[in-house]
């Protein structure tokens, strides 16, 4: 057991976690969060529950936390901080796979994976992405002049797509997209959480015994192919990859079109110059940096950040919004600038946790800005930008619908 930490220059900051953003600023991280980042590398948090927690908001910092293998991803580790009552559900579910697991276990589930999610395969996936995406477009526009853009275009698509990859049947996205939407929910109570997760592992271990008998060439089948691991096992990476896998590209997708409708000159100089979308991503994606709320940490010694001591069994919040936005790194970083580079973000996180998925996220992303705004022209919002219904309450930033004309 470690004493309570009684540094004065480091408890006198009392911020709560999740912190609220200011009212006008919706694309901005919480004002608490960049004082935060100006005052000092680490400070004291209080969590939901009243535990204490650290909020790292320095890019490197932040950097130097997500890549020291002292700071366990470990839900189980002691002083894991957990956001919600929801969220520490985790703690008691080992199925949650390697997101909240530490090497070795972590590198040993993850590898399973890694050649299903290399550039090089991702990229020949190109031509299935834009033509799911045409379709989804085809469809939207036929015979209408406005359209919900979540539910018709940003939320099927990267669903679709993983879909494919895992071989999970898309006729049962309002099932999936359900139970998913509940574990992200950031009210949703312990037994809300339990009773969302264990469907979905149902499901999945269903699923997964389907394809011991009827094999196919998705990643499911693969890994039962594989032999090690149990359908439970499966099931835990499945949900991983499931709920990874298209609410954070799909928020990223409405999240950033409104960012670009609500900033002219930068959409205008997208569509005068396609060859800047690559760069425009990046930049979205440190911009609006939609894992908001900090990735969690425990120490499991004492380690020094940025010159502050945090002591064994403490948690952390890394926050990548705050360090997105840090001016060290990115000058004028307040501003969305399509033609800034904007690589070293952290929107993807860092260090052995870093996405996964990050390859296909570019792509679906690159894929669905160039053809929107390619083939939509005259894409604006169909209501007040007051009126937009931003995710305050969600664990992944965003819009919960977007309605748009043409
Ligand atoms: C991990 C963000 C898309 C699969 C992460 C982490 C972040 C992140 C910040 C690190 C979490 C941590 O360190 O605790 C995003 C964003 C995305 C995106 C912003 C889209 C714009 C995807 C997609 C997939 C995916 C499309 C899969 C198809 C994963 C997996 C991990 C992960 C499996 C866990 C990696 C590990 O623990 O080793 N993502 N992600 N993500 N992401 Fe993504």
């Given amino acids: 057991t470690t004493a309570p930490h009684t540094d004065p220059a480091t408890t006198s900051v ?32 209080t969590l939901w529950d009243g535990s204490p927690v650290w909020l790292v908001t320095r890019h490197q910092d932040v950097r130097d936390v997500l890549g020291d293998p002292r700071f366990s991803a470990d839900a189980k580790s002691p002083g894991f901080p957990f956001l919600t009552a929801g969220t520490r559900v985790l703690a008691e579910d080992s199925s949650f796979s390697f997101i909240r697991k530490d090497d070795p276990e972590h590198a040993r589930l993850r590898r399973m994976l890694t050649a299903d999610f290399m550039i090089k395969k991702v990229e020949a996936m190109r031509p299935q992405v834009q033509e799911i995406t045409d379709g989804l477009l085809d469809r939207m526009t036929d015979g209408r002049d406005r359209a919900d853009l979540v539910t018709e275009f940003a939320l099927p698509l990267p669903s679709l797509v993983i879909c494919l990859l895992l071989g999970v049947p898309y006729e049962d996205h309002a099932f999936f997209q359900d139970r998913s939407r509940v574990l992200l929910t950031l009210r949703s109570t312990p037994d809300e959480v339990r009773a969302s997760q264990n469907e979905l592992l149902r499901y999945l271990t269903d699923l997964a015994a389907k394809k011991r008998r009827e094999p196919d ?19 835990g990476m499945g949900r991983l990859l499931l709920i990874a896998g298209h609410e954070t590209t799909a928020n990223m997708t409405s999240l950033g079109t409104l ?12 569509r005068a110059e396609p060859s800047l979308i690559k760069g425009a991503v990046e930049e979205l994606l440190r911009y609006l940096s939609i894992v908001h709320n900090g990735v969690p940490r425990t120490a499991t010694e004492d380690v020094t950040v940025g010159g ?20 060290d790194v990115f000058p004028g970083a307040d501003r969305l600038d399509v033609t800034r580079d904007a690589r ?6 860092f260090g052995i946790h870093q996405c996964l998925g990050q390859p296909l996220a570019r792509i679906e992303m690159q894929i669905a800005f160039e053809t929107l705004l390619r083939r939509l022209p005259d894409l604006h919002l169909a209501i007040p930008f007051e009126e937009v219904p931003f995710r305050h309450d969600m664990g992944i930033y965003g819009v919960h619908s977007l309605p748009v004309g043409w």
């Fill in 14 to 45: 009392p911020f709560a976690v999740p912190a609220t953003r200011a009212p006008g600023c919706p694309f901005d991280p919480p004002p608490a969060v960049d004082r935060a980042r100006q005052e000092a590398p680490a400070v004291r948090a």
């Fill in 217 to 235: 060439d998705g990643i499911i089948s693969r890994l039962v192919a594989r032999g090690e691991l149990s359908d439970e096992a499966i099931a």
């Fill in 259 to 270: 960012a670009l409708l609500r900033n002219p000159a930068q959409l205008a100089r997208l």
């Fill in 308 to 327: 502050v001591t945090i002591r064994a069994g403490e948690g952390v919040l890394c926050t990548l919004n705050a360090a997105n936005r840090d001016e």
């Fill in 344 to 349: 070293r973000h952290v929107a993807f996180g």
